[in-house]
């Protein structure tokens, strides 16, 4: 009997395979070691193999496609309501050979290595980022200790790094507190050079990028919202509208609804959170620039008046999501005039 479905659950060493045939039988259901993964499915006919979309997912969808099979990849909470009973990987395995067949199931495009190249950029960024802020969090705190204490912003961190490197200065510190801080000063100097170095990559794909270049039109979305826009959605016809990207990035209220009763709550934060974070944070800096220019947004100050300003700028994210979209699926680029009679006031 030929095997035509094949739900496979990724691990790091020990994968589990659940094959069925054409009416549902299970032929194998079995473990293999990751280096007999090629191995064994290269023995087999082209098949419909299914996985959960994570960290691995695109590595083996990419290569399992190169042997001829087809390769779905689906959101692991999609897959979880096809697990019967215990979760176990040989469970996990036949709910995602289930849940590979049905018609509704949605399904994660298979990025390339140069996709996932690009997106590392930004991980890796954003990670620095991180890991620079709680260096200066912890720089300020060690200096508040003793009474040195700067203002906010950038300014404020190059005087706090002055008294630490300066041993001129009156507010010079003793040994043992230089030692201790000089090292973070330092690491805070590294890190600065490192992302400067990243920032120059996005840059370089940015201006290589047609739709990436489009995008930057938009106010609230600068060159790093664009290229990891353009670098995650690899096809954004598979989204219907606008509305289906900004929900699928998490910008749309939860649902809570029963008995014809409907009730809404916060934003559901499903999908991708770096994308979310982008737009939100970008939507509120288009927010501090409309109180300087109520000429240019008058419409937004409107909304300000009637709701508090962190809602207005998740309302904003999710229109700039619906724009990228219709940039993206559309082409052209952004139209100011034509956007803003589009909008109304919610």
């Not at 050079?193 to 920032?199: F, K, N, P």
Request: aromatic share 4%; hydrophobic share 45%; proline share 4%.
């Amino acid at each position: 009997m030929q095997i035509t479905t094949i739900g496979v659950d990724l691990a790091k060493n020990v994968f589990q395979v659940h094959c069925v045939d054409a009416v549902g039988k299970v032929i194998i259901a079995r473990q293999l070691r990751r280096g007999r993964v090629i191995e064994f499915f290269r023995k087999l006919a082209p098949s419909l193999i299914g996985m959960e979309a994570c960290a691995t997912a695109h590595h083996w969808a990419r290569e399992l496609t190169r042997l001829g099979h087809t390769v779905r990849l689906m959101p692991a909470s999609y897959v979880k309501a096809y697990v019967k009973r215990s979760k176990n990987d040989a469970a996990d395995a036949a709910a995602i050979c289930e849940a590979v067949t049905r018609p509704s199931m949605r399904f994660v495009p298979i990025k390339s290595v140069e996709q996932q190249a690009a997106l590392m950029l930004h991980r890796v960024r954003d990670l620095l980022v991180r890991q620079r802020t709680q260096l200066i969090n912890a720089l300020r705190a060690h200096l508040a200790e003793i009474g040195l204490v700067s203002a906010t912003g950038v300014d404020g961190v190059k005087a706090l790094v002055a008294i630490v490197t300066d041993e001129t200065n009156r507010n010079a510190l003793v040994g043992p507190l230089r030692k201790a801080l000089v090292p973070l000063v330092r690491q805070l100097s590294s890190l600065g050079q490192q992302i400067s170095d990243l920032e120059r990559s996005i840059h370089v794909q940015h201006r290589a990028n047609d739709a990436s270049k489009r995008l930057e039109s938009v106010p609230g979305i600068g060159v790093i919202g664009a290229t990891a826009i353009t670098a995650t959605v690899t096809d954004p016809n598979v989204f219907k509208t606008g509305r289906e990207f900004a929900a699928w990035i998490g910008l749309v209220p939860r649902q809570h609804s029963t008995g014809g009763k409907q009730r809404l709550g916060g934003i559901s934060k499903q999908g991708d959170r770096y994308l979310r974070r982008l737009l939100v944070v970008g939507a509120t800096t288009v927010i501090r620039h409309a109180r300087t220019r109520p000429d240019k947004h008058p419409w937004l100050l409107r909304l300000l008046a009637k709701k508090p300003p962190k809602v207005v700028a998740v309302a904003l994210a999710n229109k700039l999501a619906r724009i990228a979209w219709a940039i993206l699926a559309k082409g052209g680029t952004y139209q100011a005039s034509a956007s803003a009679a589009s909008i109304r006031d919610r």
